[in-house]
């Protein structure tokens, strides 16, 4: 079956930066965009970007930009999303999610990885 | 970048009870949202596509209706395992914006 398998938990101190991985399995990797949202403690959804894996293509929130990369290894089916200078105010699960239509960008997102709490914290 | 204002944003209804959320977009958007439902601790669960369409597997009694600017998520009969955080999406434009979110409980 489709699935979005992440990396685990990271604790990382103020200024540094994470990577988080997502590995793909049970569909063709490159026809499905793959999106990142987070979500902070007992609070809502917020959208990162996202990556075409076909190509290489992204798009980024204005709020990440330039603090954000999406990259993506066809070899081993895995995203990736770094996000860099992390403060407090990054505390937060992060879930890569695939789009749900094969290649197209206006698509709600069906399936979720099951989320990589990230902990920033001095 | 689209807001999506959702309300209310907690409800405490009774087993049974018609339950009703709402989520009103910034800007037209056809029929690009989508409704998800996260119970504590889990992945959020697409419910409802394309405004109306159930997804595979959710049970008849949540229905999505609306279109242009104001959209609804409806709960016909409220089920204990009903019981979740609720959010409402644009997938029209980047960035694909949420609603803030709505607490169901059972009274």
């Known amino acids: 079956q489709v699935q979005l398998l992440q990396s685990g938990a990271e604790l990382k101190k103020p200024g540094a930066s994470v990577k988080v991985s997502c590995k793909a399995s049970?569909?063709?990797?490159?026809?499905?965009?793959i999106h990142w949202v987070r979500q902070a403690p007992g609070q809502g959804l917020e959208w990162l970007g996202l990556?075409?894996?076909?190509?290489?293509?992204?798009n980024y929130a204005q709020k990440f930009r330039g603090r954000v990369t999406m990259t993506r290894d066809t070899s081993t089916n895995t995203v990736y999303m770094e996000l860099r200078s992390l403060t407090s105010d990054d505390t937060a699960t992060y879930y890569c999610a695939r789009g749900s239509l094969e290649g197209l960008i206006h698509s709600w997102f069906d399936p979720w990885g099951q989320g990589t709490p990230v902990t920033v914290s001095s | 970048d689209i807001q999506m204002t959702q309300s209310p944003s907690s409800l405490s209804a009774s087993v049974g009870d018609r339950v009703t959320i709402t989520c009103r977009s910034s800007q037209g958007m056809g029929n690009y949202v989508a409704w998800y439902q996260q119970k504590t601790g889990e992945v959020p669960n697409i419910l409802i596509y394309?405004?109306?369409t159930l997804q595979s597997g959710v049970p008849s009694r949540f229905s999505g209706s609306g279109s242009g600017t104001t959209f609804t998520l409806t709960i016909s009969s409220l089920q204990p395992e009903d019981v979740a955080t609720y959010f409402c999406?644009?997938?029209?434009?980047?960035?694909?914006?949420f609603g803030q979110g709505t607490k169901v409980e059972i009274k």
């Open positions: 049970g569909y063709s990797f490159t026809r499905y965009y």
């Open positions: 990556i075409n894996p076909r190509d290489v293509s992204t």
């Open positions: 999406q644009n997938y029209n434009s980047a960035p694909w914006t």
């Open positions: 394309g405004a109306s």
